[in-house]
């Protein structure tokens, strides 16, 4: 079965930096379209990254310039290296595989605190 892994998540302060990973099983990880999304209290779940099976990427205009997507398909495994973090980016985030189907991780907390 599916199963997404997400970890790196922690406390950070402002202008620090994480790397997010999330480790893929039970799918053929290089067709699937790969994504973090984040998900702060009371706000709706927002989409930050996207890396397309070709390679293809866009980003969230609060994001772009700070946080850069990317992939290894020989480790099935999804990046997210975030920079220059804000307050404002504190969520749980969320991997997400969609090749037909999709499978979400169970996330991970970034808090960015001072």
């Known amino acids: 079965q599916a199963q997404l892994v997400e970890s790196g998540g922690g406390l950070v302060q402002p202008g620090g930096s994480l790397r997010l990973s999330c480790a893929a099983s039970?799918?053929?990880?290089?067709?699937?379209?790969m994504s973090w999304s984040r998900q702060a209290p009371g706000r709706e779940r927002e989409l930050v990254a996207t890396?397309?099976?070709?390679?293809?990427?866009n980003y969230t205009n609060s994001v772009k310039g700070r946080f850069t997507i990317s992939r290894d398909n020989a480790k099935n495994t999804v990046y997210l290296q975030m920079n220059s973090l804000q307050p404002e980016d504190t969520a749980v985030y969320y991997c997400?595989?969609?090749?037909?189907?999709?499978?979400w991780g169970q996330g991970t907390q970034v808090t960015v605190s001072s």
């Open positions: 997400k595989a969609y090749w037909g189907y999709t499978y």
């Open positions: 890396i397309t099976s070709d390679g293809r990427i």
């Open positions: 039970g799918i053929i990880f290089s067709r699937n379209t």
